[in-house]
Nanobody
Framework: QVQLSESGGGSVQAGDSLTLSCAATGSTVRYTMAWFRQAPGKERIFVGGISWDGNGPNYADALSGRFEISRDNNKETLVLKMHNLKPEHAAVYYC?????????????????WGHGTQVTVSS
């Protein structure tokens, strides 16, 4: 029923900004949503999450203040604005959703996932 689809990835230079979007089909207005990223051969790691009401978004410690997460429940869209990108941020970025829980850094708790969008950063 619920499907997630990321877009906005691409190739950028170090220091650039990039905005990713995740469009949802099926009602997700009560879902907790999150962004994860995964580089080739690496573990999928938490980027940031936001509750269904948009209050109290949280981020991985290293990204706090540099990445911005928001959602538009009317459009069922999740947005990630990334600033001052570095090569270490290069990865496939995934959006994820779950019901009944606050944002979590554990990927295993998310039931719904998109297929990912590639971000490449050149130094």
């Amino acid at each position: 029923q619920v499907q997630l689809s990321e877009s906005g990835g691409g190739s950028v230079q170090a220091g650039d900004s990039l905005t990713l979007s995740c469009a949802a089909t099926g009602s997700t207005v009560r879902y907790t949503m999150a962004w994860f990223r995964q580089a080739p051969g690496k573990e999928r790691i938490f980027v940031g999450g936001i509750s269904w009401d948009g209050n109290g978004p949280n981020y991985a410690d290293a990204l706090s203040g540099r990445f911005e997460i928001s959602r538009d429940n009317n459009k069922e869209t999740l947005v990630l604005k990334m600033h001052n990108l570095k090569p270490e941020h290069a990865a496939v970025y995934y959006c994820a959703g779950q019901t009944g829980r606050p944002p979590s850094p554990q990927a295993c708790v998310y039931r719904y996932w998109g297929h990912g969008t590639q971000v490449t950063v050149s130094s």
